[in-house]
């Protein structure tokens, strides 16, 4: 192969690219943010395919590493998963200018505050939040907002996948979670140095996955995510649904996220915006340019025929670009979390899920007598359950037979998991 496709972070879903632009004629060459993967996404790091990498921590700057780039002369430069955002955005106006995204407009497609304010000033409807490393100044803005009386949710800015994302009760204290996210390392291996507030959104939530050419956005497919609330945390993954494209839901999301992925500056690519309908309309909530993680790659073709790897290719290397979607069958993830931190003693409970009549896949990163964690983001599930059918009534049966199994589950709590033993 002599045509290359620099994919930054070729991780989580990511993972995929070299496969699918290898089948249409071109290797990828892999440029590495950091020195080694954060946790999130280690086990997906596959070095052995590919011929080169580049580690950007052996550049002294920017400039030198896209000299070196260079020498490919690469069809496109992309970010393969969220810790390669803003490095892709970077690079892709020293090698291929004006094949991304709006450069002035990056910070707004990877920090959350940077977003909120990219959405205001282009005078969409938004939630009130704030962004900030100093706790008086949020108080202030509470009381002078009224939110100090109302439900807010606390978490970091520049992190992913409900990482700390925290709910505060009408009258309870956000300082100690203010204390618990400001200053720590996150998920992402970034220290926080702020922390963002933010209203709470009553209503359901709505994941839609689009691709860009130019400017003009094409949808990918659209799910509506169960999410539930354990103690203080919110955003707890349930389920996740894949709509048809007639849903009614999508007339009400499509419009508003187009005008948001305008106000953040996305151009070419992948993008996995999440929003929640409110009874006043869509708020966002997050936007992440690159594609969905989290297995989603691999379900979004399942239900579509497609995905953002695929998309990605047709575009890049075929010059193609896809308006809309369709649904071959109702597909849904099913999340399975254990109720607390502790020692699991009954994972064998989920051993039949393979004979209900939609099942399709299941992973389990678990088992009996292992330390399993407290319920909070994508990375402290037990495992999932893929259901797949064209009768949807069959495929929401399952789901709720795997929800009961669910309530079964035995976690023994412990004092200190740091003393629990493994197996």
């Not at 260079?70 to 393969?80: D, E, H, M």
């Not at 497609?306 to 809309?324: A, S």
């Amino acid at each position: 192969m002599d045509r290359y496709a620099i994919v930054v972070d070729p991780l989580g879903t990511g993972k995929d690219y070299p496969a699918e632009f290898a089948a249409a004629g071109v290797e990828v060459v892999a440029v590495m943010a950091q020195a080694k993967p954060i946790a999130l996404y280690a086990s997906s790091w596959q070095p052995e395919n590919f011929r080169h990498i580049h580690m950007a921590v052996d550049y002294p700057d920017l400039a030198t590493l896209a000299a070196a780039l260079s020498g490919y002369r690469p069809i496109c430069v992309i970010a393969g998963s969220e810790t390669g955002v803003e490095l892709a955005d970077a690079l892709v106006e020293l090698l291929l200018p004006g094949t991304g995204h709006v450069p002035h407009l990056a910070a707004a497609r990877r920090d959350k505050w940077a977003m909120a304010t990219a959405t205001r000033d282009a005078g969409l409807p938004h939630l009130r939040q704030i962004c900030s490393a100093d706790p008086d100044e949020i108080d202030r803005w509470l009381r002078t907002t009224g939110l100090d009386t109302e439900r807010v949710v606390v978490k970091p800015p520049k992190s992913a996948a409900t990482d700390h994302v925290h709910i505060v009760d009408r009258g309870s204290d956000w300082r100690p979670l203010f204390d618990q996210i400001y200053g720590h390392v996150n998920e992402f291996g970034l220290r926080n140095d702020a922390v963002l507030v933010q209203e709470y959104a009553h209503g359901p939530e709505f994941l839609v996955d689009s691709y860009s050419v130019n400017g003009r956005h094409g949808l990918v497919d659209v799910c509506r995510y169960t999410k539930v609330q354990r103690g203080d945390r919110i955003g707890v993954y349930d389920l996740v649904d894949f709509l048809p494209p007639d849903d009614p839901d999508i007339a009400t999301v499509w419009p508003y996220i187009q005008q948001v992925l305008d106000a953040v500056g996305v151009r070419n690519g992948c993008c996995h915006t999440e929003v929640i309908v409110t009874p006043n309309g869509p708020r966002l909530l997050e936007v992440g340019a690159r594609p969905a993680g989290g297995g989603h790659q691999m379900i979004s073709k399942l239900a579509t025929g497609t995905n953002h790897i695929e998309r990605t290719v047709e575009h890049r290397v075929h010059g193609r670009f896809t308006e809309g979607f369709e649904l071959v069958q109702r597909v849904c993830s099913v999340v399975i979390t254990a109720p607390y931190a502790g020692i699991w003693r009954n994972a064998e409970l989920f051993d039949g899920v393979e004979n209900l009549g939609t099942f399709w896949a299941k992973h389990f990163y678990f088992g009996t007598d292992e330390v399993v964690p407290a319920p909070a983001g994508l990375s402290s599930m037990l495992g999932w359950v893929v259901l797949a059918a064209t009768d949807h009534d069959a495929v929401q049966a399952d789901y709720h037979r795997i929800k009961e199994l669910e309530q079964q589950i035995r976690v023994n709590q412990v004092e200190s998991l740091d003393a629990a033993p493994v197996s």
